[in-house]
């Protein structure tokens, strides 16, 4: 299964990308070039700068695409699958959401959305996969508490490598 995570070096993909490896999945990484080198560190099979290429451009196509990051045409994107590709999109804004289901109309294609819901045997499942060494936290920064607003103002540059961790004293 070929696998392409657009936004991969931020908190859900750099999960994303080590998820599918471990399910056995060729995975191509897009994010920005300061992220590359860490994306092959956590499994990367190919990295894409998408400052300098368009994944939606060239002839590869995609059994999964998970869109984080909401830059590229949903409609580009679901072109960019394989016949019974799927699309998932996380945190859609509702024309992208619609311009996807148009794009996947008359096909296989499948467009789907990722929920926030959260299920007690998924969590105990990832934290096994963390415990055995299988899945691995990217953690960028540290705040304490007080600095909550910094963290917050950090995330919002999109230039941190995986996730933000805020200590509570």
């Not at 999964?64 to 590709?85: H, K, Q, Y």
């Amino acid at each position: 299964m070929r696998v392409l995570v657009n936004g991969a070096g931020g908190s859900f993909g750099t999960y994303a990308v080590q998820l599918a490896k471990l399910l056995g999945a060729q995975v191509t990484a897009v994010d920005s070039a300061p992220k590359l080198e860490m994306l092959r560190t956590i499994g990367a099979d190919r990295v894409i700068d998408y400052a300098h290429e368009d994944f939606t451009d060239g002839p590869e196509t995609y059994d999964v695409i998970f869109d984080v990051v909401r830059n590229a045409p949903s409609g580009r994107m679901v072109r960019s699958l394989t016949e019974n590709g799927c699309l998932l999109m996380a945190n859609p804004g509702f024309l992208q959401i619609v311009r996807a289901k148009w794009a996947s109309r008359g096909s296989k294609k499948r467009v789907s959305i990722a929920g926030s819901g959260v299920a007690s045997e998924d969590l105990a499942y990832l934290a096994g996969l963390v415990d055995a060494g299988k899945l691995r936290p990217v953690i960028d920064r540290c705040f304490p508490f007080e600095q909550m607003a910094e963290a917050h103002r950090y995330a919002e540059t999109g230039q941190k490598l995986g996730n933000i961790v805020v200590t509570v004293a």
